[in-house]
């Protein structure tokens, strides 16, 4: 190994890697048009590939020095316009190849290089699963197949060449159109086939497929008459488990024709399903790569939420095409350019197949249990980081998620209409480019613009968004003056905060908001702009009362901040009773289960509270309650945990869990007959298939927790029985109603769900993390037990996740006061960083809100977090930890 003198050098000393910064940025000094791979598969642990990138220095005048990443790579030959490099004329290391001074003008640089697959643990560039092999690119994978820039803005067209042994790799895929496939003409046991990919793409969008898999043909015929072939590949025998895939992307490809006017724009798509792999997706340009459990789906072994989410998640990675990689990022700190916005348009997808309000209630409790609690800790960020070490480690909540809340705030601002048009613009201006956030901001309001009205908010103001860590926290006070009917708001916002952002700017906020008055019932909703730190908007004309409106808040969920109006018990009931909004009326009914959750785990209960929510609850419950089962069990959810310890003073999960098993017992049994004839009222619907009675499924599930919390046998029973029966939607309400009990019904109903699915991974998966997250005397031994069960498989990331992810989910076990559950923790992602490192990382942020516990458990974190930072950490878990004991 030759040591590098570059300056661009990224070696790291002493376990410290240099950040990179946004402020770094410049363009790469070539260009790289064309790409050609041969990639020659000798064995599994074996694979050469040839790349010839076809290079044209940016300067004709001066050398510009070459650098090329590439990772467990063993350089086989190299050769520049067909000749042999002498080795004085380039330096290789763990992470690069330098060319210091190459032609000025367009030349070819040719390289060999061997790859084992078989010895890839990591799941990122070539490695095997099940026999196949498979890729992941993105983010910063090509360099472990290639030597090559692997940067998303070197945009080049590919042709991949793919031979291999007949028998064992009879299907071979990549990027784009087929345009040949044979027997090697000097041994009829191998094969060979080419794919041309027309578009130029940046390398993170390359796939290779090699394996043994079936196909699931079908045709899709766009808009303007192209036909589409779209093949499902899987593992033998995976074959009836597709249809609800397939369906999705046809539904996919529907929608974004008719509401973006986007079209597919090659003649075929593949999709593959891999077991092993680090994420949901990834949508490489026409060779989707998906987590089989994001595939393989029915009603039968796949949940009504499973299946929403495979249409989703089918729907994201087909959106990408366009959002993503017809128009891609000039550079990773742009990434919620193609991954805010997709997730909004795959939410839109959502909201527009099934209910529109229910998916944004959806939507903000994730919000508000995910984001919220990243932005509040350790590794909080800005939408649009300005450094990192590990890009892995910025596949987040907040670059997904609150990136797409940001552009639906564009949305909510502009009106659809104009935002629509802002949209169409993007899309035809960029086409084809890397482009940054502002492009994207530029473009929708250069769209919006265009029809010469005021935008109605300062545009660069609202740019703070992508920049500002931290949830914004606005605080609501009214003012009534009864006779003259005149409502004054006084709004006050603030955002925390977070590491290495002291001081914050105010924020262009959008807030809709109505009022609803005694007998008039709710009037028009309206779209304040708060852009000030504290503002005061009036509104007259309303009619004169005693009794000040009641007001409705950030409706839809109008933007991504927390909230405080101080409202009176007796207008949250009005609001949970029936505003029109769906989001602010199940909203209302959070605040009120915050109010009676919270003092229960203290240890007061609110008796008078519980007792008016009771009768609330007795009159949505009651037969001219609330119709639609959906939004009745919607409104029936506690708030998720998550949210539920960050309104604690000292975080205790326990003490939380103890709290909502009390209530789910309180609620069970004094309304029993209520719930016991809703249980009726449903349950000849059930049976119904996806997407039709989900709500009634959903509201099953609920009440069944309940009942069965107040020890109601009929109800337990009923939970147990439901794991044999036809939908996995009511085996998996019935095992989580019977979990939190220690109950002969709870035993019986795992072990059956155990011997029913234990032939099929992607289901069992799911035994492992109920296993792991039941709560019992020894539930830690439990867990160390499951990671030496013969089904458990430690390079499978979804079976880590449910095990490990399990145990989280376990409050009493995983936050055992004297740091058992922590310590454990720390072992395991310390034996997955040493394979896998994007998985350990992101692991490790199950610590993130140490800081928030009690002194005790303060203590256990930190020892668990030595231990961690004490192991030899990959670069991304490093980074995770350091910032957490920062
Ligand atoms: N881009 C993918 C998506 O659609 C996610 C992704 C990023 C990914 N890196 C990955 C998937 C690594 C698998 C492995 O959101
Ligand atoms: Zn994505």
Redesign the pocket.
Known sequence: MVPTASSESAISWAGVTPPKRLSDYRPFPFSIPRIELNVVVHQPDSVLVTADLHLEPSDSKAATPLILRGVDLELISILLDGHPLESSSYLLNDEQLEIPSPPTQPFTLTTVSRLDPQANTS??GLYESGGMLTT?C??EGFRRITFHPDRPDVLSRYRVRIEADRARFPVLLSNGNEISASALADDASRHEVVWEDPFPKPSYLFALVAGDLREIKDHYSTASGRDVTLRLHVEAGDEPFTAHAMASLKRSMAWDESVYGLEYDLDEFNTVAVRH???????NKSLNIFNSKLVLADAESATDGELERIESVVG??YF?NWS?NRITCRDWFQLSL??GL?VFRDQCFTADLHSEPLKRIEDAAMLRNTQFREDSGPTAHPVKPDSYQAI?NF?TTTI?EKGAELIRMLRTLLGPERFMRGMSLYFKRHDGEAATTEDFVNAIVDGAGADGQPLGFDVEQFRLWYHQAGTPHVTVKSHWDGEAGRLSLTLQQSTPPTPGQERKQPLVIPVLWSVLQANEGAGEERLFVLDQETQTVVLEGLSPAAQPPVVSLFRRFSAPVTWASGQALDDLFALFAGDNDAFARWDAGQQLWKRLILPRAAGTPESELESRMLDALGQLLAVDGEKDPAVLATLLAFPGPAELESLQKEADPPALERATCELRELLGSQLAPLLTSRLDGVASSLDQVWPAGQGERQLTGLIWSWLAAAGDSGARSDAAQAVEGPSMTLARAGLRALQPIDCDERDQALRSFHDRWQERPVIFDTWFSLEASTPRADALERVAALLDHPRYDPMAPNSVRAVLGGLVGNPRVFHALDGSGYQFMAEQIIAVDQRNA?TASRLAKVFSRWRTYGSERQAAVKRALSTLASADLSTNTREVVTLMEA
Do not use: P, S
């Not at 792999?277 to 949508?283: H, L, S, V, Y």
């Open positions: 799941l990122e992941q993105e983010a792999f680090n994420m949901g997706a990834m949508e994201h990675e990408h993503g193609k991954e997709t892995d596949y997904y994007i």
